[in-house]
């Protein structure tokens, strides 16, 4: 590792090595292009010792990186990159320190990271890496097998293989550690320029720093293109919106949300500004998430209500001794589940937003006024997507079945249904290599969600649905996530999806299927009864069939399969 005298010396020459650098026009003493990739050289500056990352390894064993350690190593890979050319680096592992170290050191070299979900089909991930071109993929050996085909077909590409030990050399160490080891040789040989030879300062804040993918439930996933300018900015709204530095003590983020997530939705590069510990989960482990949140203390995460549903639910549920906020997105919460993780001291931080959006573009702003009002209708107003981001433009909601391009809002009044589009800062640049589909993203100039809602006379949106979930049944529409939410306050049920299915009378007519809490039983048949008698569904919205699995099909953020759902109710059920 770097010795302290040349690490200061790196820090200090690092502006004058961003002003040699290639501009764009906009330049001078008084602006600097943005890049998220600075806070990690700025953090082991200001605090070298502090304890940036906690991890329990692949072989069981717990490690505790500091600053300077971490940004030593992510400096290492970097250089390794730089030496080999290799500039287009895909990432498949689960919340690991190297994922992390990635982030940055792929950034620092010049370079674009594709981070791609783990739990695709082999199929998809192969469709992915060979549609961004990539020189070279960082893969968690647990996730070798998924690359089999792609190997054979790509021998160009180079695979630098993570085992996730405890060990940064020797035998059992593996070659992420070898490569990181050989670029902070190389930087040794080359004259030790340590950050300073690097591009922590981007040279041009609009250019791509990470290009994650969509889903892709309905059709081939989309690479969203993530900008070095976008990505700071999104990453500083965070800090703001979920209170990362709001406490006395250092944040403690626990990672329940995958990074590949739209890169954890910018929160690589938030914890890391303010100097936060990153507790790196490989999985989803509910006994060991509420071990770490009463013995660690950890004072902030992210969750989607599927998992917070879940974790609520847990044997090892207790009310914790200091609040922890929880940042809620993914899909529409319900206000019970706030009522429920309010009782734990479970602070609900609730936002929206989406890939193209950087993460979240709202969030649900607690009103002091709210505590002197009913409890079930503040926590409905929690439950709203509320107000845009502090550093995106205020969200608006227009009228559908219009011309495209055409932009018309909605009346204000928490009746009219319209899309949520937005403008602004945290928008991706563009789909990579789809012209069309960015041209339809951006029509009329603003960037369309595909998410239906109402807008209050407060100025809060709240969402129903996506466009294509509502359910319009003899005329009425229906949305799927109100009945979801209405389902799920039946003491017995722990969770709820809603679909469409066909009606010869009504045209279409909802379907749910509910999953039960543990040590209770419930039929579909007395869930339909209570719906109609004892809850305060209307009667058009009641289910006529209900459907009792044992769990809903999810994606890796917590979303319900709709799409499943929907293959479910015509009696296919290979989908999973």
């Given at each position: 590792m770097s010795p302290p005298q040349s690490r200061l010396q790196a820090i200090a020459s690092h502006f004058r090595q961003a002003s040699q650098e290639k501009q764009p026009a906009l330049h001078g003493p008084h602006i600097h292009q943005l890049s998220p990739t600075f806070f990690l050289p700025r953090a082991a500056e200001i605090e070298p010792d502090a304890l940036a990352i906690y991890h329990v390894t692949a072989n069981g064993h717990t490690i505790r990186r500091s600053y300077i350690e971490f940004a030593d190593r992510a400096r290492g890979l970097a250089y390794y990159l730089v030496k080999h050319g290799l500039k287009r680096v895909g990432i498949l592992a689960p919340n690991t320190p190297a994922f992390l170290e990635s982030i940055f050191g792929i950034a620092a070299a010049g370079g674009v990271n594709v981070a791609v979900n783990y739990r695709l089909k082999p199929e998809d991930v192969e469709y992915i890496f060979d549609f961004a071109e990539l020189d070279a993929i960082i893969v968690?050996?647990?996730?070798?097998?998924?690359?089999?085909?792609?190997?054979?077909?790509?021998?160009?590409?180079?695979?630098?293989?993570?085992t996730d030990t405890d060990a940064t050399s020797g035998q059992l160490s593996g070659p992420f550690d070898e490569a990181v080891l050989e670029g902070l040789k190389y930087d040794a040989e080359k004259g030790r320029h340590g950050w300073a030879g690097l591009k922590a300062q981007c040279a041009n804040e609009d250019d791509p720093i990470a290009i994650p993918f969509t889903s892709g439930t309905t059709a081939k996933p989309k690479g969203v293109v993530f900008t070095h300018r976008g990505a700071y900015l999104a990453a500083m709204a965070n800090v703001i919106e979920s209170g990362l530095n709001y406490h006395s003590g250092r944040?403690?983020?626990?990672?329940?949300l995958p990074m590949f997530h739209a890169m954890g939705v910018t929160f690589p590069w938030s914890i890391t500004a303010v100097r936060g510990t990153h507790y790196c989960l490989r999985k989803i482990d509910y006994p060991l998430i509420w071990k770490m949140l009463k013995e660690e203390r950890i004072t902030h995460f992210n969750a989607a209500p599927t998992v917070n549903t879940l974790l609520c639910a847990s044997k090892d549920a207790v009310k914790l001794e200091h609040p922890v906020r929880v940042t809620v997105a993914a899909s529409p919460p319900t206000a019970h589940l706030f009522e429920q993780m309010s009782n734990l001291n479970l602070f609900p931080v609730h936002v929206y937003g989406l890939t193209e959006t950087y993460g979240p573009i709202t969030k649900g702003y607690h009103m002091p006024e709210w505590d002197e009002i009913p409890t079930k209708e503040k926590y409905a107003r929690m439950a709203r997507q509320g107000h845009g981001f502090i550093l995106a433009l205020p969200i608006r909601i227009v009228k559908m079945e219009q011309e495209e391009g055409v932009l018309i809002d909605v009346a204000k009044d928490g009746k009219e249904i319209g899309e949520i589009i937005t403008i602004g800062n945290i928008c991706a640049k563009e789909y990579y290599k789809d012209k069309e589909a960015t041209r339809k993203l951006f029509a009329g100039g603003a960037l369309h969600t595909g998410d239906l809602a109402v807008w209050h006379p407060d100025g809060s949106a709240q969402i129903l649905d996506r466009a294509k979930d509502i359910i319009i049944s003899g005329g009425e529409n229906i949305s799927s996530v109100a009945l979801e939410a209405m389902l799920v306050q039946h003491p017995s049920v722990l969770e709820a999806g809603v679909v469409s299915v066909s009606d010869s009378h009504w045209g279409e007519r909802p379907k749910a299927f509910i999953s039960v809490q543990e040590g209770k039983e419930l039929t579909g048949e007395e869930l339909i009864e209570w719906a109609k008698h004892e809850s305060s569904i209307s009667k058009f919205m009641v289910p006529r069939e209900v459907e009792v699995v044992s769990e809903l099909p999810k994606t890796s953020t917590g979303k319900i399969k709709k799409n499943v759902l929907r293959a479910w109710s015509k009696g296919d059920y290979s989908e999973k």
């Open positions: 968690d050996e647990e996730f070798q097998h998924l690359l089999d085909n792609f190997k054979k077909a790509h021998p160009k590409v180079k695979f630098i293989i993570d944040c403690r983020y626990l990672w329940t």
